[in-house]
């Protein structure tokens, strides 16, 4: 139990590009979902938390009309990074959790911009 | 937030050989996680630990809330453990700081 599926898993595309991962809950219905950035050999770091039906919260200098995010039901969230650049090339990981138990990862999405 | 810190940064173990990873944070914590994320930057969860000792296999942890530390103890390591292992902690917001990890490669 506690799956949660993260799509794309890989995206390359063109400077200036809006890119879309989403992020599903596929067997229980999460209260809250995660967004996570993670550069090469280093660790995650959280970029927004986001509960059904309200904006999200974003951490400090994460700029929200760079990094989107839309969480419109309990088994979807979505993380739109708009207009992308080079720098934004990273890797990209959500959570989803019930209340106050552990969180549950998806696999992760690979974004390079060229 | 909290900070998370985990020891040694870097660690090489011949196969068969154990070992222990430590996690020291800096605050009072109610959620404490450890993960190990694979070449494929997979995060696979092995225990939710916020206190006590738990054991899966060859793998067991224990948590000490009141030092504000845990141990990841891994036995007769096999080259497939290599990779990233993370501690993540939790306070009152309950979201999640993670570590700055152990990279562990277990050669033949």
């Known amino acids: 139990g506690a799956v949660v599926s993260q799509h794309p898993s890989r995206v390359i595309c063109k400077s200036g590009t809006s890119v879309k991962i989403e992020c599903r809950s596929l067997?229980?219905?999460?209260?809250?979902m995660f967004w996570y950035r993670q550069f090469p050999k280093q660790s995650l770091m959280l970029m927004a938390t986001?509960?059904?039906?309200?904006?999200?919260?974003?951490e400090q200098g994460v700029e929200k009309d760079k990094f989107l995010i839309n969480h419109a039901s309990l088994t979807l969230s979505t993380l739109t990074v708009t207009s992308a650049h080079p720098e934004d090339s990273s890797f990209y990981i959500c959570?989803?959790?019930?209340?106050?138990?552990?969180?549950?990862f998806g696999d992760g999405t690979r974004l390079s911009i060229l | 937030g909290i900070q998370v810190e985990q020891s040694p940064p870097d660690l090489i173990l011949q196969e068969g050989a154990n070992s222990t990873l430590r996690c020291n944070f800096s605050?009072?914590?109610?959620?404490l996680q450890w993960f190990h994320q694979n070449p494929w930057g997979q995060l696979i969860n092995l225990f939710y630990?916020?206190?006590g000792t738990k054991q899966n296999g060859r793998l067991s942890a224990t948590t000490v809330a009141t030092e504000r530390y845990s141990l990841l103890y891994i036995s007769s390591s096999q080259t497939t453990d290599s990779g990233v292992y993370f501690c993540?902690?939790?306070?009152?917001?309950?979201?999640?700081?993670f570590g700055t990890g152990t990279r562990l490669t277990v050669i033949p």
């Open positions: 959570s989803a959790r019930v209340s106050d138990q552990p969180q549950h």
């Open positions: 067997d229980f219905q999460a209260t809250t």
């Open positions: 986001s509960n059904e039906g309200s904006k999200a919260t974003y």
């Open positions: 605050d009072s914590v109610n959620n």
């Open positions: 630990i916020p206190s």
């Open positions: 993540a902690v939790a306070g009152g917001a309950n979201n999640l700081f």
